[in-house]
């Protein structure tokens, strides 16, 4: 077994299991336990306290935050399934707190962005797959088998049921829910509930919201909001105006409309 760099010598080293394997590049912070047979390769960094179960692969240029846990047979940090990646050096970041379930892929990025990323405090279940160059935000959970293309955004407290298909650079806003079995070709604003294939929207992540501690005001202002943009008879570039028209909105109710506006795929109706 080679040894790593320690980056620390606090009172508990890394813990490896006899049958692991770690590059002697790979820098394991206090804490870390390295289950059996996991393989850790060149440049990968793993912060205080984090857990790599049995069988895990971690290839190469992985950052990983403090008091993750990787589940078994977890593949992270491989090469992107991308026909113009030309080996470039790039990489994979994920978060403090973040929970990586059996099987699940998470390949590192291009020379588009440099990097994929992985918030903190995310749950991404078994068998799903984050792809190269996309951005997953903080206390995003990712249920079993989500297959995403390239470069896909999905924005904090957002929730993606299984078997979902999710179109490359398709973007997916903060505390939306997307129920399973579904396919997304198309944004997903903030703060919505979309299902099914064709995708369509089924008003707004009401349970989510409430549970997340949103106030009834604000909840009743994104309400009106929904109705004005995505149930009235204007389209939407009348509906943003109406709305912008009416005085300055809510904070919630500007990042629904700011997101619409920013749409380069257009927005799931």
């Known amino acids: 077994m080679t040894t790593p760099t320690v980056a620390g010598r606090g009172p508990a080293p890394p813990q490896i299991h006899p049958t692991a394997i770690v590059d002697p590049g790979a820098e394991l912070a206090d804490g870390v336990r390295v289950g059996p047979y996991a393989i850790i390769g060149h440049n990968v960094k793993i912060g205080a306290g984090t857990v790599i179960g049995p069988h895990a692969y971690i290839e190469k240029d992985t950052r990983i935050g403090r008091e993750c846990f990787i589940s078994k047979g977890a593949v992270l940090g491989t090469d992107p399934q991308d026909l113009k ?9 994920v978060g ?4 990586i379930r059996e099987f699940a892929t998470l390949n590192r990025g291009t020379r588009a962005s440099g990097s994929t990323e992985v918030g903190s405090g995310c749950l991404l279940m078994a068998y799903s ?4 160059d996309s951005r997953i935000g ?8 989500v297959n995403m293309g390239g470069h896909v955004v999905i924005e904090n407290w957002a929730t993606i049921g299984g078997v979902t298909a999710i179109h490359q650079f398709v973007r997916i806003g903060a505390y939306a829910f997307v129920g399973g079995g579904s396919r997304v070709p198309k944004d997903v604003a ?3 509930r979309a299902a099914g294939n064709p995708l369509k929207l089924y008003g707004l992540n009401t349970v989510g919201l409430e549970r997340r501690g949103f106030s009834d005001e604000v909840r009743m202002e994104l309400k009106r909001a929904y109705r004005q943009l995505f149930n009235s ?12 028209a009416q005085g300055r909105l809510i904070e919630e109710v500007e990042r629904m409309v700011s997101f619409i506006e920013g749409s380069e795929r257009g927005v799931s109706i």
Do not use: C, W
């Not at 990646?85 to 970041?93: N, P």
């Not at 797959?129 to 190269?132: A, E, G, T």
């Not at 008879?233 to 912008?244: F, K, P």
């Open 85 to 93: 990646y030309e080996g470039e050096e790039t990489l994979l970041i």
């Open 96 to 99: 403090d707190g973040t929970t």
């Open 129 to 132: 797959h984050i792809s190269h």
């Open 138 to 145: 903080d206390h995003v959970i990712i249920a079993n088998a």
């Open 190 to 192: 903030p703060f919505t």
């Open 233 to 244: 008879s204007m389209n939407m570039s009348q509906a943003i105006a109406e709305l912008r």
